[in-house]
């Protein structure tokens, strides 16, 4: 009876979560995003020969390389000696980081695992295009060790793939001022030979690393219809791509830009943004430490741990997750600004991990102007910014029964509260238990909801 007991309380507490979830996101969930929809945080790690330039991940075209000298300028002086994966892993772990993606290919071409794909070559033809052949680094697999230590940190392994190729012979890299062109690609059968021989590398990729997720990038050469040179991937090559990628792994989630703007793949993904409200499915945005993706030796400004934690917790609390990026040097290792971002997360999400993980959006149509709200099964998370010199705060009335109100970091000590005018009015200490972000919890019966 004991067994029985315990396996239907589960299944019931796993069928409260689930229903919570749908109610709360106002769009169904499917089963393969649901760790991805509960874990809100993750890790982006643009690395590449890029990395060795230290000009950031977009020198090759803004910088007017040919391909002949950027391969053998940049990329064959590539040689990552002094990457850590255990370190990058612990600080993600450390950080409260669910998941991290990683570039296996980006716009530059150079594949950070030994492909066997023969058309990735450099231009000479004799060396594959890769960081075993090209490099001087021959004898680790990066992207493994990046997965054994997410494995051993119990965080989820996702790749980065950029659609578009500046190396590759199929294409040519447009250096000009138009920036709705990236590469026009060659007369067919260029284009399905090159598509055929992308397919392969993602096979390499899904079957030998099994990422979680497949990020994709360097879609804008997109349009709806038929393609053109400059304009060459079309609706119809992403939703090939997608059926072709979730035939090899029906768990694996694919993002929006196997091509973008036509409500393709498992989730949505601004850049560098916040959307003003909540999307109508899931939704990730991605955001750098500093103005760069890939390493930029010449980018110091950093953004401050408060101002990224406060942009997670608006993210969040419109349903949304939050992908940080780091850009690790030529070498390997990470700067000291971005180990010391990561680490004022860490101390953050150590005392209020609680109100990111497994909660949705607000409950509420209007933000108030000191904060956000986040929520789950039986709490409302009240996220306070601006805390209120006047020792009160006030939270829009729910329909469920109040049960008890604290401070997520002090949860022993009840707040007093009282309901009128359909507001709940929260006494609070006269200091900000937080310099970033003080949450006070709202304990609810069910999921909450406005009262209006």
Same mark, same amino acid.
């Given at each position: 009876? +004991?067994?029985?007991?315990?396996?239907?309380?589960?299944?019931?507490?796993?069928?409260?979560?689930?229903?919570?979830?749908?109610?709360?996101?106002?769009?169904?969930?499917?089963? +393969?995003?649901?760790?991805?929809?509960?874990?809100?945080?993750?890790?982006?790690?643009?690395?590449?020969?890029?990395?060795?330039?230290?000009? @950031?991940?977009?020198?090759?075209?803004?910088?007017?390389?040919?391909?002949?000298?950027?391969?053998?300028?940049?990329?064959?002086?590539?040689?990552? #000696?002094?990457?850590?994966?255990?370190?990058?892993?612990?600080?993600? /772990?450390?950080?409260?980081?669910?998941?991290?993606?990683? #570039?296996? /290919?980006?716009?530059?071409?150079?594949?950070?695992?030994?492909?066997?794909?023969?058309?990735?070559?450099?231009?000479?033809?004799?060396?594959?295009?890769?960081?075993?052949?090209?490099?001087?680094?021959?004898?680790?697999?990066?992207?493994?060790?990046?997965?054994?230590?997410?494995?051993?940190?119990?965080?989820?392994?996702?790749?980065?793939?950029?659609?578009?190729?500046?190396?590759?012979?199929?294409?040519?890299?447009?250096?000009? $001022?138009?920036?709705?062109?990236?590469?026009?690609?060659?007369?067919?059968?260029?284009?399905?030979?090159?598509?055929?021989?992308?397919?392969?590398?993602?096979?390499?990729?899904?079957? +030998?690393?099994?990422?979680?997720?497949?990020?994709?990038?360097?879609?804008?050469?997109?349009?709806?219809?038929?393609? #053109?040179?400059?304009?060459?991937?079309?609706?119809?090559?992403?939703?090939?791509?997608?059926?072709?990628?979730?035939?090899?792994?029906?768990?694996?989630?694919?993002?929006?830009?196997?091509?973008?703007?036509?409500?393709?793949?498992?989730?949505?993904?601004?850049?560098?943004?916040?959307?003003?409200?909540?999307?109508?499915?899931?939704?990730?945005?991605?955001?750098?430490?500093?103005?760069?993706?890939?390493?930029?030796?010449?980018? $110091? /400004?950093?953004?401050?741990?408060?101002?990224?934690?406060?942009?997670?917790?608006?993210?969040?609390?419109?349903?949304?997750?939050?992908?940080?990026?780091?850009?690790? /040097?030529?070498?390997?290792?990470?700067?000291?600004?971005?180990?010391?971002?990561?680490?004022?997360?860490?101390?953050?999400?150590?005392?209020?991990?609680?109100?990111?993980?497994?909660?949705?959006?607000?409950?509420?149509?209007?933000?108030?102007?000191?904060?956000?709200?986040?929520?789950?099964?039986?709490?409302?998370?009240?996220?306070?910014?601006?805390?209120?010199?006047? @020792?009160?705060?006030?939270?829009?009335?729910?329909?469920?029964?109040?049960?008890?109100?604290?401070?997520?970091?002090?949860?022993? +000590?009840?707040?007093?509260?009282?309901?009128?005018?359909?507001?709940?009015?929260?006494?609070?200490?006269?200091?900000?238990?937080?310099?970033?972000?003080?949450?006070?919890?709202?304990?609810?019966? @069910?999921?909450?909801?406005?009262?209006?």
């Amino acid at each position: 009876m +004991k067994k029985i007991y315990s396996f239907a309380t589960a299944l019931l507490v796993i069928t409260l979560l689930f229903s919570a979830n749908k109610a709360a996101a106002q769009y169904p969930v499917p089963s +393969k995003m649901d760790w991805w929809y509960q874990a809100r945080f993750g890790m982006f790690i643009h690395f590449g020969s890029y990395s060795e330039l230290g000009h @950031g991940e977009w020198a090759f075209s803004n910088e007017k390389w040919t391909k002949a000298d950027y391969q053998s300028k940049v990329s064959s002086k590539f040689n990552p #000696t002094s990457f850590n994966a255990g370190t990058i892993a612990h600080l993600a /772990k450390k950080a409260g980081m669910k998941y991290i993606v990683i #570039t296996a /290919k980006h716009h530059e071409g150079f594949c950070m695992w030994k492909t066997a794909v023969q058309s990735f070559k450099d231009v000479t033809g004799t060396k594959l295009y890769d960081l075993p052949d090209f490099t001087e680094f021959k004898n680790r697999d990066i992207l493994q060790e990046l997965k054994d230590s997410c494995a051993a940190q119990g965080i989820k392994f996702c790749l980065y793939y950029s659609i578009l190729d500046w190396s590759h012979s199929s294409q040519t890299i447009y250096h000009g $001022e138009n920036w709705n062109t990236y590469s026009t690609m060659a007369p067919d059968p260029a284009k399905a030979d090159y598509i055929r021989d992308m397919k392969a590398q993602l096979n390499e990729l899904v079957t +030998k690393y099994h990422p979680a997720v497949l990020w994709f990038d360097g879609d804008w050469t997109y349009n709806a219809g038929q393609p #053109t040179p400059t304009s060459w991937w079309t609706k119809s090559d992403g939703i090939d791509l997608y059926n072709y990628l979730t035939g090899l792994d029906p768990k694996l989630i694919v993002n929006e830009r196997v091509a973008r703007s036509f409500g393709l793949g498992d989730f949505e993904c601004p850049e560098q943004k916040v959307p003003e409200a909540p999307l109508g499915r899931q939704w990730e945005t991605c955001q750098t430490m500093n103005g760069s993706w890939g390493y930029n030796a010449t980018d $110091e /400004k950093y953004k401050s741990p408060k101002t990224l934690i406060q942009e997670m917790v608006k993210v969040v609390s419109r349903d949304g997750n939050y992908l940080l990026n780091i850009g690790p /040097k030529g070498d390997g290792t990470i700067t000291d600004q971005t180990a010391s971002i990561l680490n004022g997360f860490g101390d953050w999400m150590k005392l209020n991990s609680e109100s990111i993980y497994g909660t949705t959006r607000s409950p509420f149509p209007a933000e108030p102007k000191w904060g956000f709200y986040t929520r789950k099964q039986g709490k409302l998370f009240v996220h306070v910014f601006t805390w209120p010199v006047d @020792g009160q705060l006030l939270v829009p009335s729910l329909t469920n029964p109040i049960s008890k109100v604290y401070l997520l970091n002090h949860p022993t +000590k009840t707040l007093k509260c009282t309901e009128s005018n359909g507001n709940i009015q929260i006494s609070i200490p006269p200091n900000a238990p937080d310099s970033i972000n003080s949450v006070i919890v709202i304990n609810v019966s @069910g999921i909450p909801v406005a009262a209006r």
